[in-house]
């Protein structure tokens, strides 16, 4: 079996296959790498390559999520394998809600759901992120610099948020250009080499482009999982589940960044997809 666009994380070769959707690999707090050799049994997890770091495919063509999940499950529904569950983590939950629709719709048996801390991006998270990058190059640019780029995101933050979801991928890609002019001008300020500011802007250009690909998922589908499959929530302490999504269905006392490398966490995930592969 071929899964030429997904990296596969464990923890076993060729085991009933779990489909995982996170930003990917690199990230401050634990993803899914962390939590497949914790599980036992005979499991693969597998995640897209389509949100690694500076990947072409990070925007996704014009950044719609039904076109991408039609696709992986079109991919999936080749390979002539039973998927027993789809995960997602933060903003990723609503991209694993449909693409278990996907899957279904594919003809394939409904998979196990599951949300961990489930959250949804939207114009002001996207701003956020670019606002909290632009603060780490203070003392390399002079003020003026950063505060033009501060009042170019603000601008760009009102058009998209008067457009609503589809301006999104607008939203992430005129924030992304901006912020590799000043990483690169900042770089030059420090003595680096133009490669370091080109990793940086790579980075989070592919991270904003996956925010506004997640936030662009129809308001619905969250709403719709339970009603038509099996759906666990799965939530670290003080995490506000949205409403969209439902309550949730377990609840862990670990720090969200720790949520998907707690042995705790990994114990109930491999009894679930136990369940799952015995229904």
Same mark, same amino acid.
């Given at each position: 079996?071929?899964?030429?666009?997904?990296?596969?994380?464990?923890?076993?070769?060729?085991?009933?296959?779990?489909?995982?959707?996170?930003?990917?690999?690199?990230?401050?707090?634990?993803?899914?790498?962390?939590?497949?050799?914790?599980?036992?049994?005979?499991?693969?997890?597998?995640?897209?390559?389509?949100?690694?770091?500076?990947?072409?495919?990070?925007?996704?063509?014009?950044?719609?999520?039904?076109?991408?999940? %039609?696709?992986?499950?079109?991919?999936?529904?080749?390979?002539?394998?039973?998927?027993?569950?789809?995960?997602?983590?933060?903003?990723?939950?609503?991209?694993?809600?449909?693409?278990?629709?996907?899957?279904?719709?594919?003809?394939?048996?409904?998979?196990?759901?599951?949300?961990?801390?489930?959250?949804?991006?939207?114009?002001?998270?996207?701003?956020?992120?670019?606002?909290?990058?632009?603060?780490?190059?203070?003392?390399?640019?002079?003020?003026?610099?950063?505060?033009?780029?501060?009042?170019?995101?603000?601008?760009?933050?009102?058009?998209?948020?008067?457009?609503?979801?589809?301006?999104?991928?607008?939203?992430?890609?005129?924030?992304?250009?901006?912020?590799?002019?000043?990483?690169?001008?900042?770089?030059?300020?420090?003595?680096?080499?133009?490669?370091?500011? %080109?990793?940086?802007?790579?980075?989070?250009?592919?991270?904003?482009?996956?925010?506004?690909?997640?936030?662009?998922?129809?308001?619905?589908?969250?709403?719709?999982?339970?009603?038509?499959?099996?759906?666990?929530?799965?939530?670290?302490?003080?995490?506000?589940?949205?409403?969209?999504?439902?309550?949730?269905?377990?609840?862990?006392?670990?720090? %969200?960044?720790?949520?998907?490398?707690?042995?705790?966490?990994?114990?109930?995930?491999?009894?679930?997809?136990?369940?799952?592969?015995?229904?």
């Amino acid at each position: 079996m071929t899964w030429s666009n997904w990296r596969r994380l464990g923890p076993a070769e060729g085991g009933t296959t779990v489909l995982t959707i996170d930003f990917g690999p690199g990230r401050a707090t634990a993803g899914f790498g962390e939590l497949a050799p914790r599980l036992t049994g005979d499991w693969t997890l597998w995640e897209p390559r389509t949100f690694t770091t500076g990947s072409a495919a990070g925007t996704a063509g014009n950044g719609d999520p039904q076109e991408l999940v %039609r696709e992986w499950a079109a991919h999936t529904a080749a390979q002539g394998t039973k998927v027993a569950a789809v995960t997602g983590y933060c903003s990723g939950s609503t991209l694993a809600c449909a693409l278990a629709d996907a899957l279904q719709e594919q003809g394939l048996p409904r998979p196990l759901l599951i949300m961990f801390d489930p959250d949804a991006a939207d114009a002001g998270l996207i701003h956020d992120y670019y606002t909290t990058a632009l603060r780490s190059f203070e003392g390399f640019l002079p003020d003026a610099e950063l505060e033009r780029a501060g009042d170019l995101g603000s601008r760009v933050l009102s058009a998209a948020a008067a457009a609503g979801p589809n301006g999104l991928t607008a939203l992430a890609r005129e924030l992304g250009s901006e912020y590799e002019r000043v990483a690169s001008a900042a770089c030059r300020a420090a003595g680096m080499g133009p490669e370091y500011g %080109r990793q940086l802007s790579e980075r989070l250009g592919t991270f904003l482009g996956y925010l506004a690909i997640t936030g662009r998922v129809e308001d619905s589908v969250p709403e719709r999982a339970t009603a038509r499959g099996p759906v666990e929530l799965i939530v670290s302490r003080q995490q506000t589940v949205p409403a969209r999504f439902g309550v949730a269905t377990r609840t862990f006392d670990v720090a %969200r960044a720790a949520l998907l490398d707690d042995q705790a966490v990994a114990d109930t995930v491999t009894a679930l997809l136990e369940r799952e592969a015995a229904r």
